[in-house]
């Protein structure tokens, strides 16, 4: 994922004050003076934050905590201003350009006392999830923090009860911790939304989409993508009962949470193992390949590196192997590990914090992944500050999940020689598309869940009381999971992941994976790809890169709608192509549960 700048500034001396009794001013050019002044200040500001921050995440220590909230407050005090003086302007006959840049500058902001807590939270949340360490019973002397161990007993072990001790330990003593201090940010996040003009923080959270009804259009293509879904749920349903038995999984029940791969159940991408369709095929995951070529952590990086400069895109900056952090350290310092890209705000400095395990495909793909990030960053460094995000958030996610999904292909695979050989069958595409679902499809309702949830939240549809249990009514419903074990009013489930405790929406994720295989759809087309998409393969392809980078460089210049159109002369979100992608496994999946005589659903507890 990519770090965002918060709008958690210390305004310099912006030429231009107003009252609520001067006149609104009219003069573009006084406006354009002003957008160039705070673009200047805002750019050093960011910058300066962003290294504190970076070296607060790097090395988690008291002190370099509260230079990071100090920096950003700096970085909230200055916005705050700014949106005052750019009030002044009456920009009804102002070009397109400058009316854009002026509706994003700055915000409001709540009392000094208010924000700084509001800091002071949002840190104190981070601080326990990255320095949570958790001690393993059977073993004398074992306490291990989420990276890599706990993550890595979460993606292979199959004993249940060494799973479900996990689980629930990590819920206990971070959720726990972080529920008193999750209740006032929700507090402190809707009293900042309100003070802008939104209904709540769902409310402004939504509107950056740009469209009129922004939740209708996603739960609108959800109910497009549910009945593959459950298809996919119900077949590993299935697989999961042959490894834990009927005392575990009821067929035609929901699943229990603690064994769908990862600490939340967000991918499934560690169960192939066991939903591989066709054994005896290549493999689809390389890392026996990788040890074998001695995949370090560096040759990693170089090779997602490649990939991009191969289709006529940047290469990251020499600063970049010099100043990111690519590997957990081995000096004792407390890191946060999620894989994250950044971008300093200065047009050279670009880093990615990833504690990256050598010989490992999943890393390899996550490398693409955050590399993408830093790619779209290095396409809009020379626009205004204002400008230098995504076209919207599901955007930049789809760039980093696109290029994984490229450089995980088994075309691509072999023609950097991961692969020996590359059979072109059926049997072979179902392995690779099970793969590519693992991560994509099983996603889906999980992220709507977290922000339907949140958003309730914020609207307060739920007592605070209740906000666990509803939590898991949602998941039930929609996702087919449950929790392992009773949950209780002590208990605040969703704050345990890296996104929710850290203000990040997750609606992203949702948007990015339909509009990946939009993305995708084009980019092959160009490629000069013929034959079923899920086959395409367009690393290499220049003219790919080109119109990709063409849509990059717009950055938040203009609307969503215009930058997809720019690069798939669409304007909307489509499932079509995602469907399309996954057909052939749709009908697998349909013949495999019908056969098995599986329920397609579930049925609530």
């Given at each position: 994922m990519r770090?965002?700048?918060?709008g958690?500034l210390?305004?310099s001396?912006v030429?231009?004050?107003t009252s609520?009794?001067?006149p609104?001013n009219?003069?573009?050019?006084?406006a354009?003076q002003?957008?160039?002044?705070y673009?200047a200040?805002?750019?050093?500001l960011l910058?300066?934050?962003?290294?504190?921050s970076?070296?607060y995440?790097?090395n988690?220590t008291?002190?370099?905590?509260?230079?990071s909230?100090d920096?950003?407050?700096?970085?909230?005090?200055?916005n705050a201003?700014?949106f005052?003086?750019?009030s002044?302007?009456?920009a009804?006959d102002?070009s397109?350009?400058t009316?854009?840049q002026?509706s994003?500058v700055?915000?409001?902001?709540l009392?000094?006392e208010?924000?700084?807590?509001l800091s002071s939270?949002?840190a104190?949340?981070g601080?326990i999830?990255?320095?949570?360490?958790?001690?393993?019973?059977?073993e004398?002397d074992s306490?291990?923090y989420?990276?890599?161990g706990?993550?890595e007993?979460?993606?292979?072990?199959t004993?249940?009860?060494?799973?479900?001790f996990?689980?629930?330990?990590?819920?206990?003593?971070v959720?726990?911790?972080?529920?008193?201090m999750y209740v006032?940010y929700?507090?402190?996040?809707?009293?900042l939304a309100?003070?802008?003009?939104?209904?709540?923080l769902g409310?402004?959270?939504?509107s950056r989409?740009?469209?009129d009804?922004f939740e209708?259009?996603?739960?609108?293509?959800?109910?497009q993508?549910?009945?593959?879904?459950k298809?996919l749920?119900a077949?590993?349903?299935r697989?999961?009962?042959?490894?834990y038995?009927?005392?575990y999984?009821?067929?035609r029940?929901?699943?229990?949470?603690?064994?769908?791969s990862d600490?939340w159940?967000?991918?499934?991408?560690n169960?192939?193992?066991?939903?591989e369709?066709?054994?005896?095929?290549?493999?689809?995951?390389?890392?026996?390949?990788?040890?074998?070529?001695?995949y370090t952590?560096?040759k990693?990086?170089?090779?997602?590196?490649?990939?991009y400069?191969?289709?006529?895109l940047y290469r990251v900056?020499?600063?970049f192997?010099d100043?990111?952090?690519?590997e957990?350290?081995?000096d004792g310092?407390?890191v946060?590990c999620?894989?994250?890209?950044w971008?300093f705000?200065d047009?050279?400095d670009y880093r990615?914090r990833m504690?990256?395990r050598?010989?490992?495909?999943?890393?390899l793909n996550?490398?693409?992944h955050?590399?993408?990030?830093?790619?779209?960053?290095q396409h809009y460094?020379?626009l205004?500050?204002?400008?230098r995000?995504?076209a919207n958030?599901?955007?930049?996610?789809?760039?980093?999940?696109?290029m994984?999904?490229?450089?995980a292909?088994p075309?691509?695979?072999?023609?950097?020689g991961?692969?020996d050989?590359?059979?072109?069958d059926e049997?072979?595409?179902?392995n690779?598309?099970?793969?590519q679902a693992l991560?994509?499809?099983?996603t889906?309702?999980f992220?709507l869940?977290?922000?339907l949830w949140?958003?309730?939240?914020?609207?307060?549809e739920?007592?605070?009381a209740?906000?666990n249990?509803?939590y898991?009514?949602?998941?039930?419903?929609?996702?087919g999971v449950?929790?392992p074990?009773?949950?209780?009013?002590?208990d605040?489930?969703?704050?345990t992941i890296?996104?929710i405790?850290?203000?990040?929406?997750m609606?992203?994720y949702?948007?990015?994976?339909?509009?990946q295989?939009q993305?995708?759809?084009?980019?092959?087309e160009l490629s000069g790809?013929e034959g079923?998409?899920?086959r395409?393969?367009?690393?290499g392809?220049?003219e790919?890169g080109?119109?990709?980078?063409?849509m990059l460089?717009?950055g938040a210049?203009?609307?969503?709608?215009?930058?997809l159109?720019?690069l798939?002369?669409?304007?909307?979100m489509?499932?079509?192509?995602i469907?399309?992608?996954f057909?052939p496994l749709?009908?697998?999946l349909?013949e495999?549960?019908?056969n098995n005589?599986?329920l397609?659903?579930?049925?609530k507890?």
């Amino acid at each position: 994922m990519r770090v965002a700048c918060i709008g958690l500034l210390f305004i310099s001396a912006v030429s231009f004050t107003t009252s609520a009794a001067s006149p609104k001013n009219s003069n573009e050019e006084d406006a354009k003076q002003f957008l160039a002044e705070y673009d200047a200040t805002y750019g050093v500001l960011l910058n300066e934050a962003t290294k504190a921050s970076w070296k607060y995440e790097t090395n988690i220590t008291d002190e370099n905590s509260q230079v990071s909230q100090d920096a950003w407050l700096k970085v909230s005090s200055f916005n705050a201003e700014a949106f005052v003086n750019s009030s002044q302007f009456d920009a009804t006959d102002f070009s397109y350009d400058t009316k854009r840049q002026l509706s994003k500058v700055g915000s409001k902001s709540l009392s000094d006392e208010e924000m700084e807590e509001l800091s002071s939270v949002i840190a104190q949340m981070g601080d326990i999830y990255g320095s949570t360490k958790i001690c393993l019973p059977w073993e004398d002397d074992s306490c291990l923090y989420l990276e890599p161990g706990l993550t890595e007993i979460m993606a292979d072990s199959t004993n249940y009860t060494e799973r479900l001790f996990v689980w629930e330990e990590w819920r206990r003593v971070v959720g726990q911790q972080i529920k008193p201090m999750y209740v006032r940010y929700v507090e402190l996040k809707n009293k900042l939304a309100v003070l802008n003009g939104f209904s709540d923080l769902g409310d402004e959270w939504r509107s950056r989409y740009e469209t009129d009804d922004f939740e209708s259009d996603i739960l609108g293509l959800y109910t497009q993508l549910e009945p593959m879904y459950k298809e996919l749920h119900a077949y590993i349903r299935r697989k999961l009962y042959d490894v834990y038995g009927p005392d575990y999984i009821d067929l035609r029940g929901p699943l229990p949470a603690h064994l769908l791969s990862d600490m939340w159940g967000r991918f499934w991408n560690n169960l192939y193992k066991i939903a591989e369709p066709f054994s005896g095929k290549p493999a689809i995951d390389p890392s026996q390949a990788m040890k074998e070529q001695n995949y370090t952590v560096l040759k990693m990086f170089h090779t997602g590196d490649d990939f991009y400069a191969a289709m006529g895109l940047y290469r990251v900056p020499d600063t970049f192997w010099d100043l990111s952090m690519l590997e957990k350290p081995d000096d004792g310092r407390e890191v946060i590990c999620h894989a994250t890209a950044w971008d300093f705000y200065d047009a050279k400095d670009y880093r990615i914090r990833m504690c990256t395990r050598d010989f490992n495909f999943e890393d390899l793909n996550t490398i693409h992944h955050e590399l993408g990030h830093i790619q779209y960053d290095q396409h809009y460094k020379t626009l205004p500050q204002v400008y230098r995000d995504g076209a919207n958030d599901g955007f930049h996610e789809a760039i980093g999940e696109l290029m994984a999904m490229a450089g995980a292909t088994p075309s691509h695979l072999y023609s950097i020689g991961l692969l020996d050989e590359l059979v072109e069958d059926e049997e072979l595409d179902m392995n690779f598309l099970m793969s590519q679902a693992l991560i994509t499809i099983s996603t889906l309702p999980f992220h709507l869940v977290n922000d339907l949830w949140r958003w309730k939240v914020f609207r307060g549809e739920f007592e605070l009381a209740d906000w666990n249990s509803e939590y898991w009514k949602l998941k039930e419903e929609i996702v087919g999971v449950v929790a392992p074990v009773e949950r209780t009013e002590a208990d605040l489930d969703p704050p345990t992941i890296f996104h929710i405790n850290q203000d990040y929406d997750m609606v992203r994720y949702f948007a990015r994976t339909i509009l990946q295989f939009q993305f995708a759809e084009k980019l092959c087309e160009l490629s000069g790809h013929e034959g079923p998409l899920h086959r395409c393969d367009f690393s290499g392809s220049t003219e790919a890169g080109a119109a990709l980078g063409e849509m990059l460089a717009l950055g938040a210049s203009r609307p969503w709608q215009d930058a997809l159109e720019v690069l798939t002369g669409e304007r909307k979100m489509d499932a079509g192509a995602i469907l399309k992608f996954f057909d052939p496994l749709y009908e697998y999946l349909q013949e495999t549960n019908f056969n098995n005589g599986d329920l397609v659903g579930w049925e609530k507890l």
